[in-house]
């Protein structure tokens, strides 16, 4: 005999559902196809969707469950996000984690440019202190290299 | 120009090496859960062996520790009599292990030869689980008197672990 059964209802996202309960064929789809937006929480970049583990089939039928009651896909995320943090997102809600990266690596390419064309050009202090002779110049040059 | 290129880059790289180090120093169990600081997802689950039903909310008034775990997990055989000692000498903490992924009869069998001393409550469905953000076993949550969860701890406590996380529940 089960006597140990689930009594409450819990896990359900705040506020009433905001679509259309699913069934059938396009349930099943759609359960694959949110399951893949959550990152497995015990796996390494797996999705829900894709993992094997008992973690993510119990998150893929929870998703299921809400899909059925008519959870539209952003109230599911964040109802996962909500408990899991934005880990649990495959893909960050937030742009500047895709953005970012790329400006901090632009401004690193931009800093070596400008440090590398510095660098092999005279300075400006080299230039002020040009006279007409071309060889004492050059044996200035030749110190301040030194 | 060249200064501030080189002030430029060198604050870049500070910046990153501190975070190098920030997160080295980071102790990787200690997994911010977004849960801290907000109210406990609520639920009532069956009590293995009585089948007496433990609700979250009537336990407001008292701090909580409540432990995940399951019997394929082999840190929880090691943290298990860790949890039975402290549960046995810190007073007026309610402990609570939840069970997920697992049997009944499994269960039952672990709590007969390990012993159990406060309410263990199978999760059938995961679903307190995934309201409690839980990614793997063990993990435990700890609950203030408002029930407010004011810590999270994941992997095997120790005594020491167990009854400093406590003492925030406590406070």
Redesign the interface.
Known sequence: M???????A??LPPGPPEGAPLSGQALEQRTHEVASLLRC??CQGMSVADSPS??AL??K??VHELLARGYTEEQILSY??????QFVRLKPRNPLVWILPVV?FL??AV?VV??LR?LSSP?TENRELRTDNPYLDRVRELVEKE | MNRTVLIVGAAITLALVAVLFVGLGKDPAEIKSPLIGKPAPEFALKAVGTGQTIDIAALRGKPVVLNFWATWCVPCYQEHPVLVQNAQIIPNVQFIGVVFNDTEDKINAFLRERGSVYPTLLDEQGKTAIAYGVGGVPETYFLNRQGVIVAKFTGPMTTEILQSNVAKALQ
């Open positions: 089960i006597f140990l059964l689930l009594v409450t819990l896990g929480p015990v008992t973690v119990d998150m039928q929870h996962f996000e909500s408990s899991y943090g901090v401004i690193g800093l400008v440090t510095r300075t």
